[in-house]
């Protein structure tokens, strides 16, 4: 019996409450004061959205704010529920409408309206198809592709002719076989090494041996129990296996030898590389602060250093943006400490004169001369926006494409003033004294740089490093640089 049979057959003076209203069970659990049922629990005259659009009927705005009830599934979490009797009848759909959803549940092979929408013939078309196309398969040759009216056998599906050609291959592989099996493989050797009525007998049941993928097999495959070479000529051949054997390890062991040598000259190279940069005088370190890790951080702290770790710049920068409370809180430099403090354009020159001519060595360069490429070209950017605001008032007309051509420009001055810098890197080499090695990546680890994440410390720390790497060679390069300086003072 229906739950509507059963709620008409309630008489109007009897006062129990109507089945279809009552829910089936307790709820699970309450959102904000709105039950929440477990599946089949809830009221059963409530109905799901989905439920009361299949009905034709749409849930009103006051129902989606205001569910009466929900309930709990796997995949969907809580699921709202409302009364259809408050929901409103769906407008009847248009007739065009009504045309293009039928044609999309029409097959278009058999012409038939499908229950689902249809991408291309329906399920029947299709099996219909595919019975027909195996049909075809079937009474066409393999070989030749000839098309007959009876199917061909079954076992080889060729026609007399293919069938033919086919065995003729088959003796053929066999054949080769027989001999390749039973005839020593040594070079020039022809000794009857077995019978070929067994190979043939034990072919029969190893068919799989002649297909084509099998050539390569060791020589326990091809004929168990039979040496593929006659004793002579299986001494000849592990006398020459061993030879090449030994010239391989040869070859391994000097370039073993070869690529340690490269490796420990590499490494003499980096001492003397970094003993030497200590005491050249054209050498400076620089590091930068910045606002981010991202390809638009600006620089807000910057350093240079000279070899013997003298402070030849310090200053912090305004970014002209805010500094991001997670970078702040790395290098502790806030937006409120950039109050009043220079930009980049108004130290550009300065550190234009420091770096000229010298050696400019940085921590990961790569990331620094980014974040100097970056504020280079906004520099010359803001030069060439006044240069285009100039010619706006001269002429009273602005300029096509002004912002294509400044930034285009802009970025050719930043390049020319980086190509006229030299700058090194330290943390590779660093890292490759260090050697940490990962397998992961296929090569040492970068080490980190413990300077305190401001920028003359890093610098420090950058001279440290290159003290660490350079012990070796110190005494020596010192004992050169002080003798160099002596001559000088001869000469003068």
Not at 315 to 332: E, F, K, N, Q
Not at 385 to 414: I, K, M
Request: proline share 5%; charged share 30%; with cysteine.
């Amino acid at each position: 019996m229906s739950t509507t049979t059963a709620t008409e057959q309630i008489p109007s003076s009897r006062t129990e409450a109507d089945p279809a209203r009552v829910a089936k069970g307790k709820p699970l659990d309450h959102t904000a004061g709105v039950p929440v049922y477990s599946w089949g629990q809830a009221p059963p005259y409530l109905r799901t959205k989905t439920q009361l659009v299949a009905d034709r009927l749409n849930v009103t705005e006051e129902q989606e704010a205001a569910p009466l009830a929900y309930v709990r599934t796997r995949d969907y979490g809580d699921v709202p529920l409302h009364d259809p009797a408050a929901a409103e009848k769906m407008r009847p759909l248009p007739s065009a409408t009504k045309a293009k959803m039928l044609a999309r549940r029409t097959c278009p092979e058999c012409g038939k309206v499908r229950q689902a929408i249809l991408r291309g013939p329906c399920s029947a078309c299709r099996e219909r198809a595919e019975k027909e196309r195996q049909r075809l398969l079937a009474r066409t040759c393999a070989g030749c592709s000839t098309v007959r009216e009876r199917p061909y056998p079954k076992e080889h599906r060729r026609c007399a002719g293919c069938r033919q050609e086919q065995l003729e291959k088959k003796r053929t592989r066999v054949e080769a076989w027989l001999v390749e099996v039973t005839v020593c493989a040594g070079d020039g050797c022809t000794k009857r090494r077995g019978s070929k009525k067994a190979a043939r007998a034990y072919l029969k049941e190893h068919d799989w041996l002649l297909r084509p993928e099998r050539t390569d097999l060791p020589d326990s495959m091809w004929w168990p129990g039979w040496a593929r070479r006659c004793p002579p000529c299986k001494t000849a051949y592990d006398a020459e296996q061993e030879r090449r054997q030994a010239e391989n390890q040869t070859r391994y062991e000097r370039e073993e030898k070869e690529r340690r040598e490269a490796e420990a000259r590499a490494a003499d190279e980096r001492k003397r590389w970094a003993a030497a940069a200590l005491v050249d005088s054209d050498v400076l370190v620089l590091d930068t602060e910045t606002t981010g890790l991202d390809e638009d951080a600006r620089i807000v702290e910057l350093a240079v250093l000279n070899s013997r770790g003298e402070v030849l710049l310090d200053t912090l920068l305004d970014p002209g943006v805010p500094v991001p409370d997670d970078a702040a809180a790395i290098h502790g430099i806030t937006t409120e400490a950039l109050s009043g403090a220079r930009t980049f354009s108004d130290v550009l020159v300065q550190l234009t004169g420091l770096l000229d001519g010298k050696r400019c060595l940085i921590y990961n360069k790569w990331y620094d001369v980014a974040r100097l490429r970056h504020e280079l070209t906004l520099h010359y950017l803001d030069r060439a926006a006044r240069e285009a605001a100039e010619e706006t008032v001269s002429t009273g007309t602005v300029p096509e494409d002004v912002r294509e051509r400044s930034l285009s420009w802009a970025r050719e001055q930043a390049a020319a003033w980086l190509d006229a810098m030299t700058f090194e890197d330290v943390m590779t080499p660093y890292s490759d004294w260090v050697g940490d090695w990962s397998e992961y990546h296929g090569n040492n680890r970068w080490q980190p740089l413990n300077g305190g994440h401001r920028a003359a410390g890093d610098c420090r720390a950058v001279l440290d490093c290159l003290r660490s790497m350079g012990r070796d060679y110190a005494h020596e390069y010192a004992t050169a640089a002080a003798g160099a300086g002596a001559m000088s003072e001869g000469v003068n």
